[in-house]
């Protein structure tokens, strides 16, 4: 008697949003906003589906930077072939901010472009799905000040330029 034995591996799909306080979902806290409205979604589909919601209030790009590999290396392990990961990126509207006053940013511009490619550049070692979430607006009558911070509108529109000028120029080098 020959027994032949099939073993089936399931495929994983995981997707990790990484942020700031948007992609945390703070003040919605029934759903835990966008990534926790998609993770409902998402995660019944399939018992092997998982979404990472990495989002850390008031993260800038830099900070980011200093756990994206790390965040990476613990969710992100490929056991079989065929497995999927996704990464989310909600960054740049700290980044964006004054802090104190108007004649102080958080992130230059300059500094800002530098760490959006090495965050792709980081991200590409685990993933070739990488998502940039666009920035939102704001209502700046709430947000000048907010917290000894100011967030205007032109300022987070030419970051958000800066994001797309980043993942278009990547995109076409891959």
Not at 36 to 43: A, D, M, V
Request: aromatic share 10%.
């Amino acid at each position: 008697m020959v027994l032949i034995v099939c073993l089936r591996f399931d495929i994983m799909f995981a997707i990790c949003a990484f942020g700031d306080s948007i992609v945390f979902g703070r003040g919605d806290n029934l759903d835990r906003g966008w990534v926790g409205r998609l993770r409902k979604y998402f995660e019944i589909k399939d018992q092997y589906n998982a979404l990472y919601n990495l989002g850390i209030p008031g993260n800038s790009t830099t900070e980011l930077l200093d756990r994206l590999d790390t965040e990476c290396k613990a969710r992100l392990k490929q056991y079989h072939e065929g497995d999927r990961f996704v990464i989310l990126i909600g960054i740049g509207i700290n980044d964006s901010r004054f802090v104190g006053s108007l004649d102080k940013p958080q992130t230059e511009k300059g500094v800002f472009r530098k760490n959006i490619l090495k965050i792709i550049e980081t991200a590409k070692i685990y993933s070739n799905e990488i998502v940039f979430i666009g920035l939102t607006p704001v209502d700046e009558k709430l947000t000048n000040p907010y917290e000894d911070t100011f967030f205007l509108n032109s300022r987070i529109k030419e970051f958000n330029a800066v994001i797309q000028d980043c993942c278009s120029s990547t995109s076409e080098s891959t």
